[in-house]
């Protein structure tokens, strides 16, 4: 066997196949937040219910793991916890988390000032006597969320309309809204009337804001010419309470992910007599150390004032060089990404320690940054003309991570296969593997990769 791809749910497929047959588990979960908001990317309904379900397809994967195997499990930092939560219950340690920095998401933070002048209603206690008066109507009416939802003409808005404190969201409808189900639940109240306003109107103090400057927001283009220029206004506030809040926001600019390194526990009494019987239990590191060649400094002395991986090129510096393992650094918890990666930057160094330069000097003009993994994105070429997936991983990184983990003709595990860049690795580093994918589109560009390709 070279490869074997499976198309199905994951929890279905594991369960046909025998224990103790895989060698390494690599593989890229959902994050369980919805984030992408696709189908196989939804959120299972809270903390609680994803770490179930993804505690349950990681328990099949230990079951196929043979003892001491190591895997890979992709999380981001927000829900990585989960993610390792499931993997624990599921049976395996977390032995480390390499960080994988890309420096280049963009941020889904909410502009705090922005919020508080647009908003219609800021006040929580309100709302709940809004949605205290609608909920008693509805149960005097024996009416439920879904039929006045059919009254109003909407889908899941009733849940809001009828929130309760302290864990519900309360909405007030909409004037809109409000003109349709008068009919069933009668006139509210006049302090209740006051309250509700048409959709588009927002809070009073939006309008107020002074605009200080236009930006276009690009709409892309061919050949250099923009198809769209919306120009979006800059603005601030001018209200006392939202110009206290300017310059404050909700979240961080998103520049890491995880990849949690896990192993099912040694069978045998030691590692000795694990590695022995199943050849599993190690890790690979002399296969994963990063080559550079000649005197470089040590990475104790790494300078990250200036915002990068910059070289501490000092006196103290220079005094702590030592000669490089031939084979490299070794691996490190910690993975880069520079987003204008033209070359790898450890070619770079390997090619211009060859001259032998003053490291001091070398380091000053070149400036490389720090000895660790480097990846590029994937690019077209790399993802394959009609891979359509919207999270394809970089090929350089998943082979990386496949040889860090899996003995000599071993195989890769992947229950969460989607285009298959963990196959096509897998398969470069001269392993067997296994893929599952619930999605045919996917599973078939995966194996449209795939095909063909051997050591
Ligand atoms: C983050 S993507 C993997 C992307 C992949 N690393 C690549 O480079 O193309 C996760 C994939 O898992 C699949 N998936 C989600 N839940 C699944 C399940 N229960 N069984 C099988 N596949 C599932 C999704 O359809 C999706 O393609």
């Known amino acids: 066997m070279n490869y074997q791809t499976y198309l199905g749910d994951s929890i279905e497929i594991l369960k046909s196949l025998p224990s103790a047959s895989m060698d390494s588990l690599v593989t890229d979960p959902p994050a369980g937040i919805g984030l992408l908001g696709l189908d196989w990317d939804k959120d299972k309904g809270g903390r609680r219910e994803w770490i179930e379900w993804l505690t349950a397809i990681m328990a099949e994967c230990h079951r196929l793991l043979k003892p001491g195997a190591h895997g890979f499990v992709w999380a981001i930092p927000r829900t990585s916890h989960w993610t390792g939560a499931a993997l624990e219950d599921a049976g395996f340690e977390v032995k480390d988390v390499i960080t994988h920095v890309f420096g280049s998401g963009f941020p889904k933070s909410v502009a705090v000032d922005k919020a508080i002048d647009r908003a219609k209603y800021t006040d929580t206690d309100q709302l709940f006597q809004v949605t205290d008066w609608i909920r008693k109507r509805r149960n005097e009416l024996n009416l439920t969320n879904k039929q006045l939802d059919e009254i109003a003409g909407v889908k899941g808005g009733a849940c809001h309309w009828t929130a309760r404190p302290p864990a519900g969201q309360p909405h007030i409808p909409t004037?809109?809204?409000?003109?349709?189900?008068?009919?069933?639940?009668g006139r509210p109240p006049e302090w209740i009337e006051k309250l509700i306003k048409p959709s588009h109107e927002l809070g009073e103090n939006w309008s107020?804001?002074?605009?200080?400057?236009?930006?276009?927001?690009?709409?892309?283009?061919?050949?250099?010419?923009?198809?769209?220029?919306?120009?979006?206004?800059?603005?601030?506030?001018?209200?006392?309470?939202?110009?206290?809040?300017h310059g404050w926001g909700t979240a961080l600019k998103p520049a890491s992910e995880h990849w949690i390194m896990i192993q099912k526990p040694i069978s045998e009494h030691n590692i000795a007599a694990n590695v022995l019987k199943y050849e599993t239990g190690g890790i690979n590191i002399d296969a994963s150390r990063i080559p550079v060649r000649g005197k470089i400094p040590s990475t104790t002395n790494l300078d990250f004032r200036d915002g990068g991986f910059l070289w501490d090129t000092s006196e103290r510096s220079q005094h702590s060089i030592y000669h490089q393992h031939p084979g490299g650094r070794f691996p490190a918890n910690l993975i880069v990404t520079r987003s204008n990666d033209i070359e790898c930057p450890a070619k770079v160094m390997n090619d211009q320690s060859e001259r032998e330069t003053d490291v001091a000097q070398y380091f000053k003009t070149f400036k490389p940054e720090a000895p660790f993994f480097y990846c590029k994105k994937p690019d077209k070429h790399e993802r394959g003309e009609d891979n359509i997936h919207p999270t394809v991983k970089p090929l350089r990184l998943m082979r990386y991570l496949c040889k860090m983990v899996t003995p000599k003709n071993g195989t890769v595990l992947d229950p969460f296969m989607g285009s298959g860049t963990t196959g096509v690795a897998a398969l470069f580093e001269g392993f067997q593997f296994i893929g599952i994918e619930r999605d045919e589109n996917y599973h078939q560009i995966a194996n449209r990769r795939m095909k063909g390709i051997r050591r």
Request: glycine letters at 10%.
């Open 208 to 245: 107020k804001r002074t605009v200080v400057g236009h930006y276009p927001k690009n709409a892309g283009g061919i050949g250099g010419v923009e198809f769209r220029s919306i120009h979006q206004s800059v603005t601030i506030p001018t209200s006392e309470i939202s110009q206290k809040w």
């Open 175 to 185: 004037k809109e809204r409000w003109e349709k189900l008068e009919t069933v639940l």
